[in-house]
Each structure stands twice: as C-alpha cells, then as structure tokens.
C-alpha cells in the first residue's frame, strides 16, 4: 500500500514520510553523508540517503517517535485525517522537529489539500533547509497547480542537495522541455 503513495506522489521519495530536521540529528554525521549524497561519484547513493532518513528521523523521544510511527501507520492505510491528528500532535509538542512537518504536508497533500501541505513544506524546509523530500514534494505540488516554473526551481534546489533520484531528473528534464516549447 505504501507503495502505492509513493507512487501517487511521482516517486517523490519515501523520505516524504520519513526525514525529519536536522536539529535533532548528530550535525557532523549528517554533514558528513549529505556530502557523500551530494557527490556525483557517490555509487551507493541508496544506502546513504537511508541513513539521511534513518539520522532525520530521530526526534530524541520516545513519545514524538510514537506519534510519528503511528502517522506514518495512517498513511499506509490511506487513513489520511488519522495521519493529520498524529502529525498535528506532533507538530505542536516537538514545533523544532522537521519530520512533523512534512509528514504532515504528505498527509495533507494525499488528502489534496495542497493549501496546507505548502504551508508545511515551508516550515520543513525552514527548520532544514537540506530537506530534499520537501523540496521535491513542493516541485511535485507546483507542477501539478500549473506553476512549472516554481516547480523547476524546487526540482533543481533538490537536485543540488541530492542528484542521484532519477525522479528528480527527470522531472526537471521534462519541465525543462515543458519550458523551452513554451518560449517558442
């Protein structure tokens, strides 16, 4: 089922539903791998950016982790206004913690409220401006609103952060296409 979602959101990334702010990982460590992400000779790029994940998506409690956890069990079960209550829950005890944020713009987004979902991403990528999830996931809402040029920035911002998806490749290629025979 999770798949599916994934799908839905052009393969966004599973990190839509698992990266979290910067702040409450080990810097150096996080620093350290989104340089190997970010390396075009980087081979196993797969491995790096679960570890990104892995690191993002530790809140240091037990508690958000649970509410996180039990989000994310919603989304897998297409439970969308359920994902939004934890994810809100999370929001307002851990405001610092990106991962509530976006976890909750991917809910709103599966529920297409984008409205909300934007206004999500806005507070992710503020708290970790690294967050190529969100800046993926906010590509993937503009292109869909008819904003490709918004839509292009945000693929490129997190080209550069991660040039590995081939999903973000290829939707900038085809926005650039999109693009070109417009200036035509």
Not at 90 to 113: I, K, Q, S, V
Not at 132 to 139: D, E, K
């Amino acid at each position: 089922m999770l798949l599916k979602i994934i799908q839905r959101l052009n393969a966004v990334f599973a990190a839509s539903l698992i990266v979290t702010s910067g702040a409450f990982a080990q810097g150096a460590d996080i620093d350290e791998l989104l340089s190997r992400l970010k390396d075009p000779e980087t081979s196993n790029w797969e491995a790096v950016e679960q570890r990104v994940y892995d690191a993002w998506s530790q809140s240091g409690s037990p508690a958000m982790d649970l509410l996180l956890t039990r989000g994310r069990d919603a989304l897998e079960a297409q439970d969308y206004e359920g994902a939004i209550e934890h994810f809100t829950a999370l929001t307002d005890h851990a405001p610092e913690f990106a991962e509530g944020w976006n976890a909750r713009a991917t809910a709103y987004y599966l529920a297409d409220m984008y409205g909300p979902s934007i206004q999500d991403i806005r507070v992710t990528l503020s708290l970790n401006p690294n967050h190529f999830g969100a800046l993926a996931g906010l590509g993937l809402m503009m292109g869909e609103l008819g904003y490709s040029e918004f839509a292009l920035e945000a693929y490129r911002q997190a080209q550069a952060i991660h040039p590995h998806r081939p999903n973000i490749n290829d939707a900038i290629e085809q926005l650039e296409q999109e693009l070109e025979g417009e200036a035509l």
